[in-house]
């Protein structure tokens, strides 16, 4: 079940796209995998619709959902 709404997963896609890119220019080593990570994890959330933080907090932005 999607817990995320439109505006909640473009802003995931957005900060997710600017992590990749400050873990490609301008961090090394552990700050440049963990930047990746981050990246990585918000974007698949918004690709999918869920986020398992929300759940686990009861939080849904989605309106169609409620």
Do not use: H, P, Q, W
């Not at 490609?24 to 963990?34: H, N, R, V």
């Not at 918000?42 to 686990?56: D, E, K, N």
């Amino acid at each position: 079940m999607k817990n995320e709404s439109n505006f909640d997963r473009g802003l995931r896609v957005v900060l997710g796209a600017i992590l990749f890119l400050v873990g490609t220019t301008m961090l090394t080593g552990t700050a440049s995998i963990i930047a990746y990570a981050l990246g990585f994890v918000l974007l698949v959330t918004a690709a999918t619709g869920f986020c398992a933080l929300y759940r686990l907090f009861g939080i849904n932005t989605n309106k169609d959902n409620k």
